[in-house]
């Protein structure tokens, strides 16, 4: 079962959480990436639940209107808040200072990769959907002729009438994508229910805009990571993914799936229970 609940962690920083499983398991952090929201875990809380986890997914910033800062002051959104938004969740659900497992996908996958390497002392383990390693994706933009196509949409989102442009003909932009990338339409109108709208997409945006061309450096990661990519991804190429060993010194798992595109927890969402609730039980906290 999913509760829902508002976690504040700072002044004009009300966040909106669904959780799931005992109050006193072990925490997993679940950070969503872009073009869905923390529904892309709505089956991931129960399993983890039932499992004797205390699994959090957030609305992050910009998401949750209750944590929806000015979008045009792209400062707003600068990574270094976004990461600082992550831990003082786990701290405000888990305790000051807690270790939990983290699973990121999409931009929610950067965060948990600098979490990881910048404090592998809390991070028990990583589970990551879709996101190369930073440095195995920057590899790939210079070597793969391919990636930079397929990440074109990082520039187009610069431009002041992006998110127009994303939300127009009720948002057939991204509707058109989700459907490529094999996402159940169910699961799309849930996630437009949180981001379908001017306000939401102009700060999901801002993700974007604040990063910009330059990238701070990263560690490689020595935590116990499980990297699960879909071989149907449209925005990661082969080389991003499996590049990514090269950046991790810790125990590694990379799944590869067939027939399968950018967002694996929900269009395998049994298969992707089945790797993450095996790759904890290996690494317990």
Known sequence: MIEHAKVETGPGLVFDVALAGPQDGPLVLMLHGFAVS???????????????????APSQRGYSPGARPDPAVFAHYDIDLLIADALALADKVGGAGCRFHLVGHDWGGSLSWEIAARWPERVGTLTMFSRPHPLSFARALEQDPEQPHRSRHHKAFLDPGAAAVV?????????????????????TEMHLSVLGNPGA??????????????????????VPTLYVWGEEDDTVGRMA????????????????????????????PDQANALMLAHLARHPL
């Open 38 to 56: 923390w529904h892309i875990y709505g089956d991931q809380l129960p399993a983890l639940g039932a499992a004797g986890f205390r699994a959090m």
């Open 241 to 268: 993914a499996e590049g990514t060993r090269d950046f991790v010194t810790g125990p590694y798992q990379f799944a590869a799936l067939p027939g399968v595109g950018h967002y694996p927890p929900d269009q395998v």
């Open 201 to 222: 997409m102009e700060a999901a945006l801002a993700w974007y805009r604040a990063r910009g061309k330059v990238h701070r450096p990263i560690d490689t990661v020595t």
């Open 167 to 187: 939300l127009a003909d009720d948002c057939a932009w991204l509707r058109v994508r989700h459907a490529a990338q094999h996402v159940p339409k169910q699961k």
